[in-house]
């Protein structure tokens, strides 16, 4: 939770750090589950210095809801509601979060207002974790989910 409160207030630094490179910036908030959003969409847009910002990038996105509530809060957050939507990558790390991938890719492109879903990961490690599963060399235990990831999201 310190890390994550430093994490925050470099946040500043580090979006003006970019301005001055052609380097691409996307910034990593907390899962909406966590209480964290506010906090971390207040550092990411205060001094407006947002527009340095490329995109933002959302872990454990479980479903459209997800997506909705964070729209929702860059909206506030942003202020303009003029402003181009923000790109947007998301990470599954679950499998209600894959059962939901369709809706989730859908409303991701189709739904939002203040940010547009550009890149979709799945995140197989924090998968794993989540049913129990252990990592083998051959990561054959992931073909099914990697397999439903890719024919979902494509």
């Known amino acids: 939770s310190n890390q994550k409160s430093t994490a925050r207030k ?5 979006l003006s ?21 506010s906090l971390d969409l207040t550092a990411v847009f205060m001094n407006s210095t947002n527009n340095q910002l490329d995109a933002l990038m959302l872990p454990k996105c479980e479903n459209i809801e997800h997506l909705k509530q964070l729209d929702f809060a860059v909206g ?11 790109p947007l ?6 499998p209600s979060s894959l ?3 369709h809706d989730i890719c859908q409303c991701g492109v ?7 879903l550009e890149t979709v990961i799945f995140g197989s490690d924090d998968f794993l974790a989540t049913i129990g599963g252990q990592r083998t060399e051959s990561s054959s235990e992931l073909i099914y989910a990697r ?4 024919t979902t999201v494509k």
């Open 89 to 94: 990558h998301v990470i599954v790390e679950s």
């Open 17 to 37: 750090v970019v301005q001055q490179s052609s380097s691409e910036c996307v910034v990593r908030i907390n899962g909406i589950t966590s209480g964290l959003l």
């Open 10 to 14: 470099n946040i500043q630094m580090g």
């Open 99 to 101: 059962k939901s991938l």
């Open 110 to 116: 189709n739904g939002l207002r203040h940010l547009k």
């Open 76 to 86: 506030f957050h942003r202020g303009d509601p003029h402003c181009k939507p923000l």
């Open 147 to 150: 397999q439903y990831f890719v």
